[in-house]
């Protein structure tokens, strides 16, 4: 109630973008702009967060080879063990907790599942108007994916 | 004062942290900036070595807890303001489980054990 005015706002900047999530993510919270930036400020973090694009919850392991492969250039049945490795430790010991801070997604250490979290429909919502510029292959490769 | 040889490794007996307890080095990596791999698998490739498991089996606590590795990789090893690599000089040390990590700016990881001499 400390809020007056300000949660029901939300539901008017969601364009139609958001609206084919709505039924796999949980209810947006509000969110400042900063953690969207910090969210998306590493390639990693946005490859990450392109996958939810796809499905709202991944295996750590299938995570990475999606990653892995986009970084690469190279299909997903390529990756190398070492590629993955590099990809996969990296996200469990810096971008997945970072993410789990920042409430864009929620990780389940033992089956080592990923969710998206409350906050992944503005990180989604972000990295669609940062479509018109995307600044490297990999990511035009990784916004290609999720159009099919 | 630490003692180079000729490769540039730093022996492992300048450490002294610690009143009581000894920290040899008991594992280290260096990174390449411009190879496949960052510096989070070069550190836990340091630390798996030191536990003896692989890389990927080093779990629980993550190194998130200790430290932000992408945003040490960026500040010793990112572009520079003129577009070279930079020049500056420095170690990040932090704790993770028992060890005591050195991330050094010419690349090197180190990882130390704790000993404690009475002990032996």
Not at chain 1, 41 to 46: A, E, I, L, Q
Not at chain 1, 71 to 81: C, F, G
Not at chain 1, 127 to 140: K, V
Not at chain 2, 39 to 64: D, F, Q, R
Request: aromatic share 8%; glycine share 8%; net charge negative.
């Amino acid at each position: 109630m400390g809020m007056d005015g300000e949660p029901d706002s939300s539901e008017e900047v969601t364009s139609d973008v958001s609206e084919s999530f709505e039924t796999q993510l949980p209810p947006s919270d509000i969110l400042e702009i900063e953690p969207v930036y910090e969210a998306l400020g590493h390639p990693r973090r946005r490859y990450l967060c392109y996958t939810l694009f796809e499905g709202a919850e991944w295996s750590l392991s299938d995570l990475a080879t999606k990653v892995a492969a986009w970084e690469n250039d190279v299909p997903e049945h390529a990756v190398s063990e070492d590629q993955h490795e590099d990809v996969y430790v990296s996200l469990y010991h810096a971008h997945v907790p970072k993410l789990v801070d920042e409430g864009v997604i929620t990780f389940d250490e033992a089956t080592e599942t990923i969710t998206a979290g409350e906050h992944a429909e503005q990180v989604l919502i972000a990295l669609e108007g940062m479509g018109a510029s995307p600044d490297s292959n990999q990511e035009t490769h990784a916004r290609g994916e999720m159009d099919e | 004062m630490s003692k180079r040889t000729d490769d540039g490794i730093v022996d492992a007996d300048d450490q002294a942290s610690g009143a009581d307890t000894h920290w040899p080095q008991v594992a280290q990596r260096h990174y390449e900036p411009d190879e496949q791999g960052g510096l989070t698998t070069t550190i836990v490739s340091a630390i798996a070595e030191a536990e003896g498991v692989s890389p990927s089996e080093v779990k629980s606590p993550p190194l998130y807890d200790s430290v932000d590795v992408p945003a040490i990789e960026e500040a010793f090893f990112g572009p520079g303001a003129s577009g070279g690599s930079r020049q500056g000089v420095g170690t990040v040390e932090f704790r993770y489980t028992d060890y005591l990590v050195k991330v050094r700016s010419d690349g090197w990881t180190q990882v130390y054990e704790p000993t404690e001499p009475d002990l032996r």
